[in-house]
């Protein structure tokens, strides 16, 4: 998983390593083979690593020909391999093998145009020692975490939040903002966090910092062209070329690979393209509805590959929920948390990485929620404003089926998407944190 922490201050901080370290030791979890620090009077960078390609040789950070420029990175680059050997064509030379120093190198090379090049999940900085400015960048869909905050004229960044904690010029605030996105979305949505001035860098960002000022840019948009012109085995083709072009690059590492499974498709479908010799699965104590672990073991079985399962008790769930929420950073309220990390505990006994299946829901429409705009197509044939007051007298009666159709149909799509995760109304929220309007 590796980490990083890092603070620009130019003040007496510079000269306190044992705050770099404390920062470092705060994330030591997610680096547990190595770590590993740099400091010039400008900056102090620290580095926590798991090690899974270039085991020896890839320790960070990771400097430059002339050393003027020091990367840290968080991620795996799919495509390093081949982005290397146009770089190796251009002149630059590398002191390593892992698909960290592509970055690097990149930079130099491409500039903010390497991002566009990338293929894979990132979270990395490059501090230039000539022009004293820092570059930092977060994959297209926000997989690996970047925080940074400024306080008392010092900017902190890192992986994780909690290593702030550990700098003195850092100010523990709830920020109260945080609540409200909570309360109805159950997570914190957004760039603030639940700390105070704390900020996560967006998804499909990069930024500039120098001379105290932060300029943040977005590099990439997501486009969705339709091609309905196209039967359906031709889309039948497509993903599974797609899908086991996706399996067989996650599976590049020096270490070996394994795969969770549950009973879903998702999950299944990885581990059965996957090939690899071990799948991991969890389940709760609570009978068959929410325990998966024998599907899983059947679906293994005829692969055929090795399963390794775990049931949670409740005295387990309840036991860990603090250190969950702590490795968390933010609260989050989706128990499929509680399963993850169980079944990453159970993993982390025998491996280091591990290929889950997710996100096949959302492409393919797999929730029924999803199925709804096709769903009796004659209701939309009424006019909005009368399907809109239907909707808020259905709001009044009593909770039964079909009353949510009617309460849903009566709005916009966009306000159906939003109140897919609602808990609590804005009216709700506001009540509940004493909130004055």
Known sequence: MCGFVGY???????????????????????????????????????????????????????????????????????????????????????????DSEVLLHGFEEYGTDLLNKLRGMFAFIIWDKNTKTLFGARDYFGIKPFYYAKMQGTLMFGSEIKSFVEHPHFKRELNERALEGYLSFQYSPGYETFFKNVYKL???????YKDGKMDIQRYWIPEFNAEEDKPLEYWVDEIEKTFDDSVNAHKIADVEVGSFLSSG????????????????????????????????????????????????????????????QYHMD????????????????????????????????????????????LAV???????????RFIGKVASHLPKKSGINFLIRRGKKLEDRFIGNAYMFTEEERKKLLKIKT
């Open 8 to 98: 620009i201050d130019g003040g007496e901080t510079q000269l306190m390593e044992p705050v770099l370290h404390a920062m470092a030791d705060r994330i030591r979890h997610r680096g547990p083979d190595d770590a590993d620090y740099y400091m010039d009077g400008e900056i102090s960078l620290g580095f926590r690593r798991l090690s899974i390609i270039d085991l020896e040789g890839g320790r960070q950070p990771i400097l430059n020909e002339d050393k003027s420029k020091v990367l840290m990175f968080n991620g795996e680059i799919y495509n390093y391999q081949s982005l290397r050997e146009d770089l190796l064509k251009a002149g630059h030379v590398f002191t390593t093998k892992t």
């Open 202 to 208: 967006p998804p499909a960002h990069y930024f500039f």
């Open 265 to 324: 498709v998702d999950s299944s479908y990885v581990a059965c393209s996957a090939d690899v010799d071990k799948t991991f699965t969890v389940g709760f104590d609570n009978g068959e509805k929410y325990n998966e672990i024998s599907y899983a073991k059947e679906l293994s079985e005829l692969i055929p590959v090795k399963n390794y399962s775990k049931t949670i008790i409740p005295e387990e769930f309840w036991g860990n929920f603090g250190k969950i």
């Open 330 to 373: 933010e609260p989050l309220a989706d128990p499929s948390a509680v399963a993850l990390y169980f079944v990453c505990n159970t993993a982390s006994k025998y491996l280091k990485v591990v290929m889950s299946g997710e996100g096949a829901d959302e492409i393919f429409g797999g929730y029924n929620i999803y199925k709804e705009p």
């Open 377 to 387: 197509p004659a209701y939309d044939k009424i006019p909005f404003p009368i399907r």
